[in-house]
């Protein structure tokens, strides 16, 4: 089982920046990839980010490269997303999840898919004024 707590959300003006963070629970984390999502409303959840157990593989979303970028300290159990050159359509509910996946590269794409991750934090909002 993992918990997954999000934080770091709020208001900034566009052009601005926030970091996101997630803290996991469990003695675990290494061997899950993880990945953030993020939901609009009136969207469905759509993929912006993933990284492997280890950092050495990402995958972003083409809306969001060269913009944000994910990361990850397991001696912390936490994932991080940082947000720049935010622009209004970033407004969203951005959530961050988890796949079991130990020691695993990621091949092709990776895992865009929400139904590819086993656990979801409660999610934390973003609004990005013009």
């Known amino acids: 089982q993992v918990q997954l707590v999000e934080s770091g959300g709020g208001l900034v003006q566009a052009g601005g920046s926030l970091r996101l963070s997630c803290a996991a629970s469990?003695?675990?984390?290494?061997?899950?990839?993880m990945g953030w999502f993020r939901q609009a409303p009136g969207k469905e959840r759509e993929f912006v980010a993933a990284?492997?157990?280890?950092?050495?593989?990402?995958r972003y979303a083409d809306s969001v490269k060269g913009r944000f970028t994910i990361s990850r300290d397991n001696a912390k159990n936490t994932v991080y997303l940082q947000m720049n050159s935010l622009k209004p359509e970033d407004t969203a509910v951005y959530y961050c999840?988890?796949?079991?996946?130990?020691?695993?590269?990621?091949?092709?794409?990776?895992?865009?898919?929400?139904?590819?991750?086993?656990?979801w934090g409660q999610g934390t909002q973003v609004t990005v004024s013009s």
């Open positions: 999840a988890a796949t079991y996946r130990p020691r695993q590269y990621f091949s092709g794409s990776g895992p865009l898919s929400p139904a590819e991750y086993d656990y």
């Open positions: 469990g003695r675990t984390f290494s061997s899950y990839a």
């Open positions: 990284v492997n157990w280890n950092g050495g593989s990402t």
